[in-house]
């Protein structure tokens, strides 16, 4: 089975960084994604990691050790636009994406 | 456009009462799923069909059963519906090779059972 652990919310305020650190504990292990939930909206893919290391992308980045079973989302430069739920799921390579529960992330002013 | 299209997009059902989830995607994506989300629980997998003509449970497929027909339809079925199946359910869809399976999510369906 999977096992996937984040934070359950997170505030930060405009301009900031925010991590969201996600761990996890899984049968065979094939990949770790982000996805972006607005409220009442679908989720939209964010960042896909196989290999350890920093994967870039603009003002998001997303960290993976696979050894310690642990990754990281990092959001910088936070706009309001940025307030969202964050999921991390992962695959053991047979199809199916297991989900955390989300980090609901709270952007102020 | 093409994508993932959900229907409907929010039902209030009778307990008992019987209705199906429609999903059809324009992609020929072979993998298709159904999810549901409930506060606090994240995303979690019913069903799910690697390409036409088969299925698989996932996580929570107990009260649900599915069957695909052809590439494009994923249907969820509700033969007799109950409150705990009152949630937010989300269809989705990938071209199903290993690697990186980005999932393309419809919009949801929110189900709510009284």
């Known amino acids: 089975g999977q096992n996937i652990d984040q934070p359950t919310e997170m505030t930060a305020t405009e301009g900031a960084i925010v991590q969201i650190n996600c761990t996890y504990q899984t049968s065979g292990f094939n990949g770790l994604f982000w996805y972006q939930q607005h409220a009442g909206e679908a989720p939209t893919f964010l960042s896909y990691?196989?290999?350890?290391g920093l994967e870039e992308k603009g003002r998001f980045s997303s960290f993976l050790s696979r050894s310690k079973g642990y990754s990281y989302l990092l959001l910088k430069e936070l706009q309001m636009k940025d307030s969202a739920s964050y999921l991390c799921a992962v695959t053991n390579g047979d199809y199916k994406l297991s989900f955390g529960a989300g980090t609901t992330v709270t952007v102020r002013a | 456009i093409a994508g993932i299209t959900q229907a409907p997009t929010s039902q209030i059902l009778a307990a008992g009462r019987r209705m199906t989830l429609r999903c059809t995607q324009d992609?020929?994506?072979?993998?298709m799923y159904w999810y549901r989300q409930d506060l606090g629980l994240g995303l979690r997998l019913i069903h799910y069909?690697?390409?036409?003509?088969?299925?698989g449970k996932g996580e929570v497929p107990d009260g649900y059963s599915v069957s695909r027909a052809n590439t494009d339809d994923f249907p969820l079925p509700l033969a007799s519906a109950v409150p705990s199946q009152t949630s937010v359910y989300f269809c989705?869809?990938?071209?199903?090779?290993?690697?990186?399976?980005?999932?393309?999510f419809g919009a949801g369906s929110r189900l709510t059972v009284l």
């Open positions: 989705a869809s990938t071209t199903g090779f290993s690697g990186a399976n980005v999932l393309t």
């Open positions: 992609m020929r994506h072979n993998a």
């Open positions: 990691n196989v290999l350890d």
């Open positions: 069909s690697n390409t036409a003509g088969t299925t």
